[in-house]
């Protein structure tokens, strides 16, 4: 699979990645990551983990990707075409507003992301979603009815899901996220949560 640090493109395999593994039980990976500042923030604040961003936006990537942290990867990939090295490897999931492709997916049940998701999550993973008005709106789809439908699908591939629940400005703007805040402080700034464990 393809890895980025800064502007240096880098491939490892499965060998490569598990010897960075090998010293943590918790494996996070943040899918749609976008600038990865999520990641970083992640891997600073919990160096007993580590810390996986998923984007298929290299540029994005370039400045929080440097950081030399030795739990944190950035791996260039489509949400609809996970790597087969991260297979059953990933305790937690974690999708922070996303839009375009990824956020089309999760609405329409598109196989290859949900079964993207399961393979690569271990037994008992968890996973969280973030959803915004704003791209639901792009989608034309109302943000309460575009969380069940993501509820839905989730559901359907094998995801305990709790209820959505709306998500203040307050909460927000302590979300570790560069899009969360510019959401707080913009013209829609609803936004609703899911969470959920996987039954495997």
């Given at each position: 699979?393809?890895?980025?640090?800064g502007?240096?493109?880098?491939p490892?395999?499965?060998?490569?990645?598990?010897?960075?593994?090998?010293?943590y039980n918790?494996?996070?990976?943040?899918?749609?990551?976008?600038?990865?500042?999520?990641?970083?923030?992640?891997?600073v604040?919990?160096?007993?983990?580590?810390?996986?961003?998923v984007?298929?936006?290299?540029?994005?990537?370039?400045?929080y990707?440097?950081a030399?942290?030795q739990?944190?990867?950035f791996?260039?990939?489509?949400?609809?075409?996970?790597?087969?090295e991260l297979?059953?490897l990933?305790?937690h999931?974690?999708?922070?507003?996303?839009?375009g492709?990824?956020?089309?997916?999760?609405?329409?049940?598109?196989?290859?992301l949900?079964?993207?998701?399961?393979?690569?999550?271990?037994?008992?993973?968890?996973?969280?979603?973030f959803l915004?008005?704003?791209?639901?709106?792009?989608?034309?789809?109302?943000?309460?009815?575009?969380?069940?439908?993501?509820?839905q699908?989730?559901?359907?591939?094998?995801?305990?899901?709790?209820?959505p629940?709306?998500?203040?400005?307050?909460a927000?703007?302590?979300h570790?996220?560069t899009?969360?805040?510019?959401?707080?402080?913009?013209?829609?700034?609803?936004?609703m949560?899911?969470s959920?464990?996987?039954?495997?």
């Amino acid at each position: 699979m393809e890895t980025i640090w800064g502007k240096t493109s880098q491939p490892l395999d499965l060998n490569g990645l598990l010897d960075r593994l090998k010293s943590y039980n918790r494996v996070f990976l943040d899918l749609g990551t976008g600038d990865g500042r999520y990641v970083r923030t992640l891997a600073v604040e919990h160096p007993d983990w580590f810390i996986i961003g998923v984007d298929s936006c290299r540029e994005n990537l370039h400045e929080y990707s440097r950081a030399k942290l030795q739990n944190m990867l950035f791996v260039i990939a489509s949400a609809q075409g996970l790597p087969g090295e991260l297979s059953g490897l990933i305790s937690h999931i974690t999708i922070h507003f996303p839009w375009g492709s990824l956020l089309g997916s999760l609405l329409t049940c598109d196989a290859s992301l949900l079964n993207g998701l399961s393979s690569i999550a271990r037994g008992n993973a968890r996973i969280d979603v973030f959803l915004n008005g704003g791209a639901m709106a792009e989608h034309g789809v109302d943000l309460e009815c575009g969380a069940r439908s993501v509820y839905q699908n989730l559901w359907d591939a094998g995801w305990q899901m709790n209820a959505p629940a709306p998500m203040n400005i307050c909460a927000l703007q302590k979300h570790p996220t560069t899009w969360a805040r510019r959401l707080a402080h913009g013209r829609d700034p609803r936004a609703m949560a899911l969470s959920g464990i996987l039954n495997k």
